[in-house]
């Protein structure tokens, strides 16, 4: 298979609270994993990437760690914030260029 | 820097009309990727151009879509004509060099409503 699977949404949170959603991949080798957020009426934006295995991806305190054993790429934050209330992507690399995304994740974040 | 440029931002037309959605890349940029994003089917790559060549149109609707890349600043998409359910927000993307590894940088999407 060449997929991406997201948990599924939408994911409700108060502030403060921890946050994880959990992606997992099939793929022969080991391809680059992204984490990409869509705020209201935006483009995605790159949130964080690792690019091998047992690498750490992390940026606005978002974190993710390649797992190849559970090929898993779950991200992770320890006090979300309304600001974080958006739209998240998993993705990986696949042939060429070309990046397969998750079905996306809709976090909302209330006060 | 001014980022990926898409317009219009957003486009109604009517059934069997025309639309053409337009994009300027990140200057430097040799790779640009159309998506389209609706609710039923989530986000899908419909072709991607490296250096100006169309390089995977395997994710183009059918006929009726139709990209183009005349020269590096400068893509456009086009319906013909168009339907109902053509209806979604159209990204474009741009990326520095042909790896993979390399971001992708969207655009603010165009969001088209077919009546």
């Known amino acids: 298979g060449n997929s991406v699977t997201q948990m599924e949404g939408p994911v409700t949170l108060s502030e403060e609270a921890f946050l994880t959603i959990n992606c997992t991949y099939t793929a022969t080798g080991y391809p680059s994993l992204f984490w990409y957020v869509q705020y209201p009426g935006e483009g995605l934006q790159l949130l964080l990437k690792a690019t091998k295995a047992d690498d750490k991806g992390s940026n606005k305190g978002f974190e993710a760690t390649y797992r190849k054993e559970t090929t898993s790429f779950h991200l992770e934050k320890g006090s979300v914030q309304v600001s974080d209330s958006a739209v998240y992507f998993c993705?990986?690399?696949?042939?060429?260029?070309?990046?397969?995304f998750g079905e996306g994740t809709q976090l909302t974040v209330n006060p | 820097d001014a980022g990926v440029i898409q317009s219009p931002r957003h486009e109604v037309t009517e059934m069997g009309q025309e639309v053409t959605l337009r994009c300027k890349p990140i200057s430097g940029h040799n790779s640009l990727f159309w998506y389209r994003q609706t609710m039923m089917r989530g986000l899908e790559l419909l072709i991607y151009f490296n250096n100006n060549v169309p390089i995977d149109d395997s994710g183009m609707p059918e006929d009726r879509f139709s990209a183009k890349m005349p020269n590096a600043s400068f893509s456009t998409l086009k319906i013909q004509p168009s339907e109902p359910r053509d209806s979604a927000v159209y990204f474009c993307a741009s990326s520095l060099g042909t790896a993979t590894k390399e971001t992708q940088y969207f655009g603010p999407g165009t969001r088209l409503l077919v009546l």
């Open positions: 993705a990986k690399e696949t042939s060429g260029s070309r990046l397969t």
